[in-house]
């Protein structure tokens, strides 16, 4: 059997950074080619990267959110094009402004299927949410590492929260042995 941890693919990274001033939304709509600002549907101004691929979500605070990148080195990326593209319009934006990853979601196979009633016993009904009629997966809170795993009946398994890419793995590691000990595992 390979390794489920073999299997995990980072699907989106959250970050947060700011630039440290106000920003007039609306003049930069106009000025930075392919921005949407439609402040009747939301407060921010969207502007996305291709390359990578990714999407900034810029505050009239200067607070920017960066969503959809597949890395962590993707978000770091893209918000340098946003603030070299930034720069370009004379908005001054210091040389390295901090970057916080706030989570990564991944997804990974435990290549088994999964018993989610045997399992919703077996891991604790307080760290348990497990509704069917509502939702087809079982919503595991985990504390070490601090993340949320969401686990389906095909195996299929999405780790959220993390702040690091390290966390998924040792997620699936913790969850794999968990399973094992009930003697749910395949």
């Known amino acids: ?16 950074t700011g630039i440290g001033q106000e920003l007039d939304l609306e003049a930069l709509a ?18 996305r990267t291709q390359e990578p691929k ?3 979500l810029i505050f009239r605070s200067g607070k920017i959110v960066c969503t959809g990148a597949k890395s962590i080195d993707d978000v770091h990326e ?3 094009i946003i603030f070299q593209k930034l720069r370009d319009l004379q908005i001054p934006v210091e040389e390295d402004p901090e970057i916080t990853v706030q989570n990564i ?6 290549g088994h299927t ?6 919703a016993i077996g891991l604790g009904l307080e760290d348990v949410e497990y509704e069917p009629e509502q939702f087809p997966g079982l919503v595991y809170r985990m504390d070490d590492p601090d993340v949320v795993i969401l686990l389906f009946g095909s195996g299929k398994i999405v780790i959220t929260g993390g702040k690091r890419t390290a966390d998924a793995a040792e ?4 969850i794999v042995d968990r399973i094992d000990d009930l003697g749910l595992l395949g």
């Open 54 to 56: 990714a999407a900034a």
């Open 30 to 47: 106009e000025d930075l080619p392919g921005a949407d600002f439609n402040p009747d549907n939301f407060p921010g101004l969207v502007y």
């Open 171 to 174: 997620a699936v590691e913790v």
């Open 1 to 16: 059997m390979s390794d489920p941890a073999d299997s995990i693919e980072i699907q989106n990274v959250v970050a947060s």
């Open 105 to 110: 979601v991944s997804s990974a196979d435990l």
């Open 114 to 119: 999964l018993n989610l009633n045997a399992l």
């Open 78 to 80: 893209a918000l340098g």
